[in-house]
């Protein structure tokens, strides 16, 4: 079983209109002892667009581009929203999950339509 306790969650609140950014929380005396490794939080919001030929309504997609070099994390969300932050012990933090969670109630979910992920893209191995 892989074990997620070392994870870091880049989640998206649509009724808060957030984006967080969980690091891990590492309890040696090199690290959180004396760095603060919160959550960075960034208001983002969703636009509703009309189709100017249809006048149908939309909500944007939510697009998001991460970049990771050592312990650097830049995250990029429909590039209008950016957050740079620092993974320490990031070393023993790897990997990488793409998943859409819908923890919305069903009333809430029929108004604004259940969350999908339509895609995910990871590259591996980029050299100097």
Known sequence: MIDFSRATTLAFTPATENFTIERPFFDTPESNTIINSSPEVAPHTLFNMRDPWTGEEHREALDIRVWRDNSVLEVFVNGRTAISTRLYAAEETIGIRF????????AESACSGLSELVSGTLWDGIGI
């Open 99 to 106: 998943f859409a969670d819908d923890k919305t109630s069903m």
